[in-house]
């Protein structure tokens, strides 16, 4: 019993160590949070543009358009869209494209991101940050890639998996309305698909932490190390990842009451522009805190395999 | 005073309610009594047939005689790919595929009452059937048809059919085709655009079921009797109607409410319990409502089943009767239901009792069915969110109505037979929407209280006729003046759209001797669209003044030029939107400063939801 409680009180100490030195880790290194803010601000920049053309040809000197300040008018957006339809249609394309070369900067990036955070943990030494960094992009670029095609695989089974125990849990219980999810049936399926999502999410990062702890194994050699770790330390590793996701939700939360409390203001300049800062830094928070996630498990990665090689040592 | 007044009511009202104990129409007017049914079916709920036979009543109206009828043979539309109904629509392979979508009638007999044996005679092309008669019949001559029927159900497809123990009943008999006045059948095949039309009179029907099924049915029951054969039959009555359809299945649950005298019953399955209240609260409204704004509804008893009509349609309206599916929406955030509710109540005044041809004109029916629709949800629910309130968007069924008309503007006019539409898009966008928008415009124009005026005297006018364009259009004329028949007949049968833009706008000082300045003040407006409709352009200065401007948009663009004391600051055309057609409310205005603070809110918030895309996407 006695025994039992230690045990939980380790795991606690060892995931909220983790998510302390991942944050302060990922402070150390603030020009990552930038190199992130930075790639959403650009590629969102992009895509905003023909919009922004668009928005001024329809909306800049229409009388009716003040309405947006108050509320979203349909009818508006409805005639938009039917008198910009070709150029929309393009404009999807387009988007599609952007979101693409997107997807593959950022897998590039990623490579940069992990390692740079992984030296910070083996207390490398750094000279020029940015050449290292970009050192790494290059370095990892075609396992992160491999890793990203695998992920989408496993979002695919993670999806199957839902629709199947869904459907089960429907035989059991009976159709419920969607709606309805007050109805503790609907409950248990958000809850299913969030473990889903979240176990699939992880798995992610941990592949890439494995891959660039492991640079020039197979890529199955690093699945298999990936896997069978996060068999072995499940209650640790989800417990990180809830912690992480937890403090992230009540965040959010926090944002949201900001915005409905700025939202409700007079619609001046003032306010829409200080609206846009609390989003802006919002942005900038969520770039921080993916950060965070990554960070805090290499931590944990670090203690849990260094404590595995002590043992082994004791042995 | 007061307690003999009101023991007077009540002496009045039990005298009132004995009255009206078991007769199944009020006692006013009547419709004119031209094809008349007394007919005799049993479901064979194993097999999935009927099995009936039929005395059918008609009188010839027309100023000839005639020595043909038409009849219509409706399930024959599913006895193979290659009927007109099937090549129509998009199902023809599915039907081929899956003979148990496959469905036909056979006539067993026809004759004469008393007089010869015409089964030999009839001609049945696909779902029309001729019938030569031995001797012609003069004009407000009467006859007897007796007739056997078989009919095959189909797995349930386009309003018809079976589906598992359920029954959907409709087009199930054979009915007597629509004869002119000048003689000629209106008789065209089943189509898959298009619905029915049809002569008023009495129908009879003895339905004879298994013993646990429940029927809801058109009219009301006035006999139920069980045989020997572990069935019963429920016998029904309906007057002043055009068509009967039921409904059956073994788990029907009945709700009852009395609403402004109607009895109104529904016929919902158990999984549906929870939805049953609100259905039946939307129907007591739109009774209520459309009662108040187009005149009394004529029947005293109003019947909705729940039931699927199969792909091809949501829900449907017969006389005295509607289809309703309850989706699987949140109520309080999509009106689907109360949409559905609404449409197919006011079809029971804009089909049951002003009963146009839906065959040729189907826009009298079901755009003055989107109208009343959205005029029963705006009272309702207000006339911002009415449609869908839901995660902060908002849609009024005047948007999706303008967003479905976008779907298809150009390629037919309004007035044109039903199967002749380009396809079922355009016929949806003319039929459906256009019309509606084209009332909605017409209200904007009369105001609410005299577009009440105008569809009460119209209602009043043609209640158990067949009114056709014209007649709707002389009305218009009589409330309107000639200016907006003008306006109509472009609308109803051209293709051209609505579209006016403030093209310019400015004020350049002017030089003149005393200190006081003064501008001279250009706006230009353009007509982009080919409809030509008188529209206002209002002027507003930046000292707060406001001109208004009546431009009779005939040419293609006009030129307004006025002398003001301070700058223009806006121009707006259609300033209080009464053009709901206006295919773009975007260029309806032009500001002299650009409205900054628009812009940066759009922006920014775009920009900033396409920053969480950015974040969402990089999941992987
Ligand atoms: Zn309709």
New interface residues.
């Given amino acids: 019993m006695v025994s039992n409680k230690r045990f939980q009180k380790r795991i606690m100490r060892i995931i909220l160590t983790s998510f302390v030195e991942g944050i302060s880790n990922v402070w150390a290194n603030r020009f990552l949070i930038g190199m992130m803010f930075l790639f959403r601000l650009v590629f969102s920049l992009i895509l905003l543009s023909p919009l922004y053309l668009m928005f001024s040809a329809s909306f800049a000197t229409n009388v009716k358009a003040s309405n947006f300040l108050t509320w979203f008018d349909l009818s508006l957006f409805i005639d938009f869209v039917y008198h910009w339809r070709k150029t929309l249609s393009v404009y999807f394309l387009m988007f599609i494209l952007v979101c693409g070369l997107a997807m593959l900067v950022f897998i590039f990036l990623s490579g940069g991101f992990w390692g740079t955070l992984r030296d910070l943990i083996k207390n490398r030494e750094q000279n020029s940050k940015m050449e290292i960094f970009f050192g790494y992009c290059g370095k990892y670029f075609w396992g992160m890639f491999k890793i990203s095609l695998f992920m989408i695989v496993l979002y695919f089974i993670a999806l199957f998996l839902f629709l199947f125990l869904s459907v089960i849990l429907s035989s059991i219980t009976g159709e419920a309305s969607w709606w309805e999810i007050t109805s503790w049936h609907m409950v248990v399926k958000f809850l299913i698909a969030i473990i889903l999502f979240f176990l699939v999410n992880m798995s992610g990062d941990y592949l890439r932490i494995f891959l660039v702890e492991n640079f020039g194994e197979r890529f199955f050699g690093v699945v298999g190390k990936t896997f069978r770790f996060l068999l072995t330390n499940l209650l640790k590793t989800l417990s990180l990842y809830y912690l992480l996701s937890i403090v992230l939700v009540v965040i959010i939360f926090v944002y949201l009451q900001i915005y409905g409390i700025m939202n409700g203001m007079p619609q001046t300049g003032f306010f829409i522009f200080l609206i846009f800062m609390v989003q802006q830094i919002f942005v900038v928070f969520r770039s921080f805190y993916r950060l965070v996630f990554y960070s805090s498990q290499l931590v944990l990665h670090d203690k849990i395999s260094n404590k595995e090689a002590c043992v082994l040592e004791a042995k | 005073m007061q307690a003999s007044f009101s023991k007077l009511l009540i002496v009045f009202f039990l005298l009132y309610s004995f009255s009206s104990f078991n007769i199944c129409s009020s006692e006013e007017e009547h419709a004119p009594q031209i094809a008349s049914y007394e007919i005799d079916v049993k479901l064979d709920t194993q097999e999935k047939k009927l099995g009936g036979k039929e005395i059918l009543t008609f009188i010839n109206t027309s100023h000839k005689s005639i020595d043909t009828l038409f009849l219509h043979l409706y399930p024959n539309a599913f006895q193979s790919n290659t009927t007109t109904l099937m090549k129509e629509s998009d199902f023809s392979d599915r039907i081929k595929r899956r003979p148990k979508y496959r469905g036909f009638m056979k006539i067993e007999m026809v004759g004469i009452s008393l007089g010869s044996d015409l089964t030999d005679k009839k001609i049945i092309d696909e779902t029309i059937m001729k019938l030569p008669l031995p001797n012609s019949l003069p004009p407000r001559g009467k006859i007897k048809l007796e007739i056997g029927f078989e009919v095959e159900l189909p797995r349930i497809f386009v309003r018809m059919g079976y589906y598992g123990e359920d029954f959907m009943i409709s087009q199930w008999f054979p009915k007597m085709a629509v004869l002119g006045e000048d003689g000629n059948w209106n008789a065209h095949q089943y189509h898959f655009n298009g619905e029915f039309f049809a002569n008023f009179g009495t129908y009879d029907v003895s339905i004879t079921v298994p013993l646990e099924y429940v029927i809801g049915a058109t009219g009301c029951l006035v006999k139920e009797y069980k045989n020997t054969d572990s069935t019963k039959t429920l016998v029904f009555r309906a007057e002043d109607v055009h068509d009967f359809a039921w409904a059956a299945s073994p788990d029907y649950q009945l709700s009852k409410r009395v609403v402004d005298g109607i009895e109104v019953n529904f016929f919902y399955k158990p ?1 549906h319990e929870k939805a049953m209240d609100r259905i039946m609260d939307d129907a007591e409204f739109a009774l209520k409502y459309y009662n108040s704004c187009f005149g009394k509804y004529h029947y005293n008893h109003f019947t909705m089943v729940d039931t699927k009509i199969g792909l091809g349609g949501g829900a449907m309206e017969y006389p005295t009767l509607i289809t309703i599916f309850p989706s ?3 109520p309080e ?1 999509i009106r689907a239901d109360a949409l559905i509710v609404f449409h197919e109540i006011a079809h029971q005044w804009w089909y049951g009792m002003v009963a146009s041809n839906e065959f040729e004109e189907a826009w009298l029916d079901e755009g003055f069915a989107v109208y009343s629709q959205r005029r029963a949800l705006e009272e309702r629910f207000g006339k ?1 969110a009415n449609l869908i309130d839901l995660w ?5 069924d ?2 999706f109505t ?2 479905s008309y ?1 779907l298809d503007l150009q390629s037919d006019p309004i007035v044109k037979n039903s199967w002749e539409f380009r396809n079922y898009l355009s016929y949806r966008a003319n039929v459906y929407s256009k019309t509606s928008l084209i009332l909605e415009t017409l209200r904007n124009y009369l105001g609410e209280e005299r577009m009440d005026e105008f569809l009460k005297e119209y209602f009043r006018r043609y209640k158990f006729k067949h009114p056709k364009t014209q007649d709707f259009i002389q009305v218009v004329g009589e409330f309107t003046g000639d200016n907006l028949i003008f306006v109509l007949e472009q609308l109803l049968f051209g293709t051209g759209v609505c579209d006016y833009e403030v093209a310019s706008i400015e004020s350049v000082p002017l030089e003149n001797e005393d200190k006081r300045r003064r501008y001279r003040t250009r706006v230009e407006v353009r007509r982009l669209g080919e409809v030509v409709i008188p529209v206002d352009v209002l002027i507003e200065l930046e000292d707060g003044g406001r001109i208004k401007h009546t431009w009779d948009g005939k040419e293609r663009w006009h030129e307004i030029e006025i002398e003001t004391d301070s700058k223009i600051r ?1 121009a ?1 055309v259609d300033p209080e939107n009464k053009l709901a057609l206006d ?22 918030q ?3 939801w ?6 969402w ?4």
Avoid at chain 2, 590 to 599: P, R
Avoid at chain 2, 610 to 615: S, T, V
């Fill in positions: 999984e699987r929406v949140p955030n911002r902060g968007i908002k849609l009024s005047l948007d303008r967003l976008f806006s707006v295919i773009n409310v975007n260029n309806n205005s032009l500001t002299a400063k650009s409205c900054d603070s628009v812009m940066m809110k759009l922006s920014t775009c920009l900033f396409l920053e969480i895309w950015m974040h996407i990089t999941c992987l």
